[in-house]
């Protein structure tokens, strides 16, 4: 079986590559394609004209209070990796993300804590948009009781639609968020996360 060396994990998130635009089932609904602009609707009481003056706009908002539990659900999913048996790739992957994905949240909280923004929004907020991204608990627990032989297919391909999601949300961002620190946190999580999505595909077919 062909190995994938550890540091081609570090190199792929940290670095970047281009990767085109993937199509995942992620429970009853394909992410691919971008989510709406936000602007229209504001973000959790933020005066579009008034945050934009500010040096941000609903957008940016937006995408920072979508990350940081999308982040955080995350880091849930690759722990798995810690309790099961996996491919020592497989277990260096999913220890960089929880790497970099903690490190994205310190940033993003303190960011919106800087504006004076929540932390996060609430449940409904972004229920124009299609609502907030993620695995159920119940896909989570179901992948955790899997049997061995399953395991390891389980976990990468919710990983794979759980970073699909977080693409969408990146570019999302990119199309219409205005603060400069904000696009470029959006273009590093498209470019990590499509990295991602491209060697766990590879480590399935293998």
């Known amino acids: 079986m062909k190995r994938v060396p550890a540091l081609v994990c570090a190199v792929l998130l940290l670095a970047g590559c281009g990767g085109q635009p993937t199509q995942v089932t992620h ?10 602009s936000h602007d229209s609707h504001g973000s959790h009481g933020v005066d579009a004209v008034r945050a934009g003056d ?10 920072l209070q979508m990350m940081v539990p999308h982040n955080v659900q995350g880091v849930e999913i690759v722990r798995l990796a810690r309790e099961r048996e996996v491919r020592p790739e497989v277990r260096d ?27 996060t929004a609430a449940p409904d907020e972004h229920a124009a948009h299609g609502g907030m991204p993620g695995v159920e608990p119940e896909e989570i627990a179901v992948i955790a009781r899997s049997a061995p032989a399953d395991f390891e297919a389980g976990l990468l391909n919710m990983l794979i639609a ?17 603060n400069a620190q904000v696009r470029e946190l959006a273009r590093r999580v498209d470019v990590s996360r499509s990295a ?11």
């Open 196 to 206: 991602q999505i491209a060697q766990m595909l590879a480590l399935l077919g293998q």
């Open 93 to 119: 992957l999913t220890e960089a993300i929880a790497t970099t994905q903690k490190a994205e949240n310190a940033t993003m909280a303190g960011l919106l804590e800087s504006w004076k923004q929540p932390p």
């Open 54 to 63: 500010a040096g941000f706009n609903a957008d940016d908002v937006m995408f």
């Open 27 to 36: 429970g009853s609904q394909q992410t691919q394609g971008s989510h709406e």
């Open 162 to 178: 759980h970073q699909d999601d977080a693409v969408q949300l990146a570019r999302a961002a990119s199309a219409g968020g205005r």
